[in-house]
């Protein structure tokens, strides 16, 4: 049984690891023939003690994530996607990206790139991509940096 992803949601945040994931999502969403979803989660429990009553902070963020999408978007496009939604929240991401995104998007899919986290940090702040996996009702793939030793 050959499995077709449908709706595919790559989560991005800037980083080379997101962007890993971005360009293997991109594959997949041709091969599928399917939408690609790309989303960015703006953490605000790292926010909350810095920018309390602060709403600059807040929107320089979010025209940030835009200003990333637009252009990820644009790439998609130009490789030949021709579906392909962006999505912004606020929250913490290993809820957002493992329940909240892929049930209102009807993801079938969710990529992610491998953190670089050591073990201790690990410890203290825990993997996204650990926890998406133990909780997503859905396939995952996280995208690792081959040419990154261990």
Known sequence: MI???EHILVAV???FESELAFNKGVNVAL???AELILA?????RALQSVATFDTYIYDKL???AKEVLVDLEKQARERGVTNVKQVIEFGNPKNLLAHDIP???KVDL???GATGLNTFERLLVGSSSEYIMRHAK???LVVRDTNKTL
Do not use: C, F
Not at 40 to 44: E, L, P
């Open 3 to 5: 499995q077709k992803y």
């Open 13 to 15: 945040d800037g980083s």
């Open 31 to 33: 091969r599928n023939q």
């Open 40 to 44: 960015h989660v703006i953490d605000t």
């Open 62 to 64: 979010e025209q940030e």
């Open 103 to 105: 049930e209102q998007e």
């Open 110 to 112: 969710i990529m992610v």
């Open 138 to 140: 859905v396939d995952l």
